[in-house]
């Protein structure tokens, strides 16, 4: 227990002094008392306790009102248990190539959105971007701890949505840098998936645009989510539905990309492969926040006045009945 005015405990010390005074003419004061027919060797008790009690029941009153006064309080303490937390943006590529069925029964957009959606679903406290980019680099979702606003934005992500054919990395990881990059979060982190090379954008080479990342002490994990040879592309035509292309993906410049940022590169040629991926950046990226405490007060002065105003009513109606003659 403590007290939020505590030095107004020092009215405590007139309270001393009034007792200390009342006890040493005790014997001097008398109230209006007549005199009974009790034997004597009651009358002394009877007219100490009559004369004295309601003095001490008021000095008592006057002591718990002090205390109220001084307002005493319990604390209670909260303590919020460490969190992880990064901030992360994932970076999609939507380009057409992303229709791919080499993640049968799924093409490679929707492995990719259905493993992203599955990597949100597992992080707390962490907030998460969406960057898309075909031949441009679009904020689909800022930063944000809204996970299901974020797997709305997702949902919505298919092949083709920038209009612009192509596939821009260097443009996607400057635009993913640019919204991340005054983040105050000890760990700053861009997930970037392609399945391509970069022929297109403002930024030609990623690696450029990685060294950026690097000056805001940005980690770039890159995955490469292609199968190696030839894939099975839908063409729409209903008299040849398929075609094969060829795997165009740069494992070259997605390492260079990853290592210049302190990051790793991955491919996935399965959707297994995939959810893997996810899962081992899932593991690695965990930022340990301290215990946050938050500390609250009751109040507890009503345990001290309602006692000392109970004391004077009772004082009052003994004085009124009891008190008003001695026996």
Same mark, same amino acid.
């Given at each position: #227990?403590?007290?939020?005015?505590?030095?107004?405990?020092?009215?405590?010390?007139?309270?001393?002094?009034?007792?200390?005074?009342?006890?040493?003419?005790?014997?001097?004061?008398?109230?209006?008392?007549?005199?009974?027919?009790?034997?004597?060797?009651?009358?002394?008790?009877?007219?100490?306790?009559?004369?004295?009690?309601?003095?001490?029941?008021?000095?008592?009153?006057?002591?718990? &009102?002090?205390?109220?006064? &001084?307002?005493?309080?319990?604390?209670?303490?909260?303590?919020?248990?460490?969190?992880?937390?990064?901030?992360?943006?994932?970076?999609?590529?939507?380009?057409?190539?992303?229709?791919?069925?080499?993640?049968?029964?799924?093409?490679? #957009?929707?492995? /990719?959105?259905? +493993?992203?959606?599955?990597?949100?679903?597992?992080?707390?406290?962490?907030?998460?971007?969406? =960057?898309?980019?075909?031949?441009?680099?679009?904020?689909?979702?800022?930063?944000?701890?809204?996970?299901?606003?974020?797997?709305?934005?997702?949902?919505?992500?298919?092949?083709?949505?920038?209009?612009?054919?192509?596939?821009?990395?260097?443009?996607?990881?400057?635009?993913?840098?640019?919204?991340?990059?005054?983040?105050? /979060?000890?760990?700053?982190?861009?997930?970037?998936?392609?399945?391509?090379?970069?022929?297109?954008?403002?930024?030609?080479?990623? =690696?450029? *645009?990685?060294?950026? /990342?690097?000056?805001?002490?940005?980690?770039?994990?890159?995955?490469?989510?292609?199968?190696?040879?030839?894939?099975?592309?839908?063409?729409?035509?209903?008299?040849?539905?398929? *075609? #094969? =292309?060829?795997?165009?993906?740069?494992? /070259?410049?997605?390492?260079?990309?990853?290592?210049?940022?302190?990051?790793?590169?991955?491919?996935?040629?399965?959707?297994?492969?995939?959810?893997?991926?996810?899962?081992?950046?899932?593991?690695?990226?965990?930022?340990?926040?301290?215990?946050?405490?938050?500390?609250?007060? +009751?109040?507890?002065?009503?345990?001290?006045?309602?006692?000392?105003?109970?004391?004077?009513?009772?004082?009052?109606?003994?004085?009124?009945? =009891?008190?008003?003659?001695?026996?």
């Amino acid at each position: #227990m403590i007290f939020r005015n505590p030095y107004l405990l020092t009215l405590l010390l007139p309270v001393v002094v009034l007792f200390f005074f009342a006890r040493a003419n005790s014997e001097k004061r008398l109230f209006n008392l007549k005199i009974s027919t009790v034997p004597p060797q009651y009358r002394n008790l009877k007219l100490a306790l009559f004369e004295t009690l309601p003095f001490y029941m008021r000095l008592l009153a006057l002591i718990l &009102a002090v205390f109220a006064l &001084a307002r005493p309080q319990q604390i209670l303490r909260d303590e919020i248990p460490p969190t992880e937390g990064v901030d992360i943006m994932l970076t999609l590529d939507t380009s057409p190539s992303m229709v791919a069925l080499d993640f049968e029964p799924r093409n490679r #957009m929707d492995a /990719a959105r259905d +493993t992203a959606k599955d990597f949100i679903a597992k992080r707390q406290n962490d907030r998460i971007g969406l =960057v898309v980019f075909g031949g441009v680099a679009v904020l689909s979702c800022p930063l944000t701890l809204d996970y299901k606003t974020l797997t709305d934005f997702l949902n919505t992500t298919t092949m083709g949505m920038t209009r612009s054919d192509g596939t821009a990395i260097g443009d996607a990881i400057a635009t993913a840098v640019n919204h991340i990059k005054d983040s105050k /979060a000890k760990s700053k982190i861009i997930i970037l998936l392609t399945d391509g090379n970069s022929n297109v954008g403002t930024i030609a080479d990623p =690696v450029a *645009a990685a060294k950026l /990342a690097r000056q805001f002490d940005i980690k770039i994990y890159t995955i490469g989510a292609a199968k190696k040879g030839e894939s099975k592309y839908p063409t729409g035509n209903p008299y040849q539905p398929y *075609a #094969m =292309v060829k795997d165009e993906l740069n494992e /070259a410049t997605l390492m260079e990309v990853a290592k210049t940022t302190g990051g790793e590169f991955y491919r996935a040629t399965n959707f297994v492969e995939l959810q893997n991926i996810y899962a081992r950046i899932n593991e690695l990226e965990k930022t340990r926040f301290q215990a946050k405490h938050f500390v609250h007060y +009751t109040d507890l002065y009503n345990y001290f006045l309602i006692p000392a105003l109970l004391l004077l009513v009772l004082v009052f109606i003994l004085e009124k009945t =009891v008190f008003l003659t001695v026996p």
